[in-house]
Antibody, heavy 120, light 107 residues
């Protein structure tokens, strides 16, 4: 059974960079899309973007200028960097695997989420 | 971006009730629609993909239907563990988008 676990600082100062790691266990990181999704308190889910194991990425245009993602296949990990954060980036951040079946893809495995607060 | 609108935003029901949640897309998403169950402090759980396909190990009391712009999630007979927040999500085009959620509460 695949498991995902987010890790990283729970507190980031405004204007700095939020950096998170997702560690995948129980399955190879190869041949899937790996996603980051966030949820501000009291709000809905927002897709941040995804990375394929080849390194190809797709980002939400609303965050594209500040986001970068990368993958380390040797460690079965993928990463999120979000630059120039503000209080609006305070949220629970989830990593998730997108399983592809034919032309369909869906988030079949998720991490528990990690709360990141942006505050000085 | 494709906007996803769920209704109702909250719903009170009793164990054994049949409930239906609707999701409407701002443009056609064909059958590229998934449903998730989310409980506080837990990882969201995939219930339905491709609008009507039941994810492995999800109880058969959950079902999904629809295509194009209008979709429904139905729970045929509520169990105590079903009280949670439910989200629809389109994967027709990026950026992928979610509905705002429907909180299902015990009456």
């Amino acid at each position: 059974q695949v498991r995902l676990q987010e890790s990283g600082p729970g507190l980031v100062k405004p204007s700095e960079t939020l950096s998170l790691t997702c560690t995948v266990s129980g399955a190879s990181i190869s041949s899937f899309y790996w996603n980051w999704i966030r949820q501000p308190a009291g709000k809905g889910l927002e897709w941040i973007g995804r990375i394929y194991t080849s390194g190809n990425t797709n980002y939400n245009p609303s965050l594209k200028s500040r986001v970068s993602m990368s993958v380390d296949r040797s460690k079965n990990q993928f990463f999120l960097n979000l630059r120039s954060v503000t209080a609006a980036d305070t949220a629970v951040y989830y990593c998730a695997r997108a399983y592809v079946s034919g032309s369909y893809d869906y988030f079949d495995s998720w991490g528990q989420g990690t709360l990141v607060t942006v505050s000085s | 971006d494709i906007q996803m609108a769920q209704s109702p935003s909250s719903l009170s029901a009793s164990v054994g009730d049949r409930v239906t949640i609707t999701c409407r897309a701002s443009q056609s998403v064909s059958s590229y629609l998934s449903w998730y169950q989310h409980k506080p402090g837990r990882a969201p759980k995939l219930l339905i993909y491709s609008a009507s396909s039941l994810q492995s190990e999800v109880p058969s009391r959950f079902s999904g239907s629809g295509s194009g712009t209008d979709f429904t999630l139905t729970v045929s007979s509520l169990h105590p563990e079903d009280f949670a927040t439910y989200y629809c999500q389109q994967s027709y085009s990026t950026p992928y988008t979610f509905g705002q959620g429907t909180k299902l509460e015990i009456k």
